[in-house]
């Protein structure tokens, strides 16, 4: 298996890439975010990948993250969704807003994805929601905005899930506290206001 490429970047366009790696070219289809990312031609790049073997080819997937790569993976699993497709889910929507649109399971936000259409949507959404967690999602779809709003989420999240609030709770009332003050960067103020509402 090969895991990741570390090279130059020999080739790129919006759908693949070829870098060279001990002066072999490896070729690796990538999804939009990752072209958003890459270097110039002739810079060192690294992707990880997802290398996947069959009886008539073997095929070669980059991603510029780790995370970019496990999404994909997991994308995969489900029933009747090929690599193609995963990849066309990437290009479509960010990791961050892709395990939101799961966990609040909003088939109708996959469904805007160019190639995914309502029953494929609705699918991902039935088979994945039991594998995200809602709380780091929602995070993770904040922090790719705001690293540190995405943080204080998270916290205040997990604080009043410690508080005996339920997950969907908890989300609901940090939601609104930051819906209606997005300025908003500490945790004990975010805490104060969701346990006011």
Known sequence: MIAYLNGILAEKDIAKVVVECGGV?????IPVSTF??????GEQVKLYT????????QLLFGFGTKQE??????VTTVS???????LAVLSGMT??????????????????????????AARIVVELRDKINPIEALANATAETSKEQGAVLRDAMLA??????????????????????????DVEAVLKKALSR
């Open 25 to 29: 070219g490896y070729e690796a289809a």
């Open 36 to 41: 958003d990312r890459l270097p110039a031609e």
């Open 50 to 57: 997802h290398h996947e073997v069959r009886e008539d080819a």
């Open 69 to 74: 790569r496990d999404m994909f993976r997991l």
């Open 80 to 86: 009747g969704v090929g690599p193609k497709l995963a």
């Open 95 to 120: 990791v961050g807003d892709l395990q939101l649109a799961v966990s609040q399971g909003d088939s109708k936000r996959l469904a805007t994805v160019k190639g995914i259409g309502r029953k494929t």
């Open 160 to 185: 009043l899930a410690a508080l005996g609030f339920g997950e969907d709770v908890a989300r609901a009332k940090v939601q609104a506290v930051l819906e209606e003050d997005p300025g908003l960067s």
